[in-house]
């Protein structure tokens, strides 16, 4: 995958990560209605940003290898 490639792929994380992120606080702040949920949305938004975290360390390390 080129740097370029990554950068994109980032990206388009970010923002979904934002989104997963204020869906969780949402649902965090209508608790306990809704409860069931909590989990999967919880699990959901922890799968994107660590996603985004190996993402942004295969992009620092192509980039120090150039």
């Known amino acids: 995958m080129t ?10 994380l ?8 204020m869906d969780l606080h949402d ?5 306990p209605t ?8 919880a699990a959901a938004t922890y799968e994107i940003y660590r996603q985004l975290d190996e993402l942004k360390q ?5 980039e120090s290898a150039k």
């Open 3 to 12: 740097i370029e490639e990554l950068k994109t792929q980032i990206k388009r």
């Open 58 to 62: 295969q992009l620092t390390a192509l």
């Open 27 to 31: 649902l965090a702040e209508g608790l």
């Open 14 to 21: 970010n923002s979904k990560a934002g989104q997963m992120k």
């Open 34 to 41: 809704d409860y069931k949920t909590l989990m999967d949305v």
